[in-house]
């Protein structure tokens, strides 16, 4: 990501949402966007390191976003849903949202970016694997985060080490799709994000509904 | 189809079926945190070695670092995780009395960092060497309280007794790991491919004889 471009890109994405965040009534509701945002602060951060990386590794594209960009992504990504569920909520739904929400912050700006440094070989095609493949990946990997972290709160003794544990399986899955899309399979590497959101999808559907017919029957009860 | 592919397949064989298996039985049922752990150390498994057959089949090889050998520590991390958070506050209470089963355990890391030595004094790259080496510290973190699990008496409520065929596989998938690691360096695919094979069953077997185990806490 060279020249100013990703900071024009940055603030044009950013300022108005910033606007937007003290409109919202529902608390949660501007959490979630306020977490949109933070990826997308997230991603300018990565843009600079992976920057570096890029250059210190002469520029080999291929090893770089295989073995250390989605290290760099995964750890930027990662603290502040950490801080967030270490410091405010280990709910369940909310930290996959904030930690999808994140993902998806990030991969806003990600997308803006390749698009202008591509802007005249872009197509409805490349539009639509972008936002189905990596801006899910984004989204899937931070909120999978969230949801593990769910979990690990539960014991104080898991934080640290489940933390990394569930570090080290996002970074893992992001690697994953990004050798698959840069070879011959692109497109199992575009289905791949899909394919775990459904799932992801249906885990948090069915325990809202659960969650739901449980509220139900205590209502019941009472 | 070449020795070490097949071996890869042999091992992402296995992990997939045990992290199949771990999500319809733990992950999507209420079951103890404990079950959900080491299904995660399943799943990080089967992520490590999808990676490794996915680069193989794109042809990205040959570069000193990759994010599987991070996968690798992952496995461990969630392994030593769910005993040392979970597990081990339940049997013991840090009394000198079992002072001898502490002592013993010591046993494991050991063997996990003999295995080691060939990996070291071998002809591999330096980067190789030393992402071993943290390996087989997580390795071996994870091997003490899995052996020492195997071994402790649990007097008081018998919550480890019940999984000890668990952590004699988790104990098992450690050496062979470090195994297939040492033989890997010195380009021994047979043993690679025996190493693999051994693997891919041990893994099939963890998640089953875990839950096994944790049935029996019911009737405790």
Known sequence: MENNMIYIAFLCVTVPMLFLLPIIKDKFARTVVGFVLVGVLCCLLVSEINGYILRGLNKEYEYVTTAFTPITEEIIKALPVLFFAFVFTDNREKLLSVGFALGVGFAILENIVILLQNFSTVSLLWALLRGFGAALMHGVCTGFVGLGLHFIHQKKKLFLPGSFALLVMSMTYHSIYNTLVQSQYKYFGFMLPLLTFVILFLVTYRARQKAKKAKVQKEIVK | ?220
């Open chain 2, 1 to 220: 189809m070449n020795v070490a592919f097949l071996s890869e397949l042999f091992m992402l064989a296995g992990s997939l079926i045990g992290f199949t298996y771990g999500t319809v039985v733990f992950l999507a049922k209420k079951a103890p945190l404990y079950a959900k752990m080491i299904t995660g150390a399943v799943g990080c498994m089967m992520f490590g070695y999808l990676l490794a057959v996915i680069r193989r089949i794109a042809g990205f090889e040959g570069r000193p670092f990759q994010i599987d050998y991070l996968s690798y520590i992952g496995v461990f991390l969630f392994l030593l995780t769910a005993n040392v958070g979970i597990m081990d506050g339940l049997a013991d209470d840090g009394s000198k009395r079992f002072g001898k089963y502490r002592l013993f355990a010591l046993a494991a890391p050991l063997v996990i960092l003999l295995a080691l030595v060939p990996t070291v004094l071998s002809s591999a790259p330096a980067v190789y060497k030393v992402f071993c080496g943290v390996i087989a510290l997580f390795a071996a973190a994870a091997s003490y309280f899995n052996f020492k699990h195997a071994i402790f008496p649990d007097v008081e409520f018998g919550v480890i007794r019940c999984v000890r065929g668990y952590n004699l596989l988790a104990l098992a998938y450690a050496v062979l790991h470090m195994g297939t690691l040492a033989a890997r360096s010195y380009g021994a695919d047979t043993a690679v491919l025996i190493l693999s094979v051994l693997t891919c069953a041990d893994v099939i077997m963890i998640l089953p004889v875990l839950k096994r185990g944790i049935e029996r806490w019911k009737t405790i």
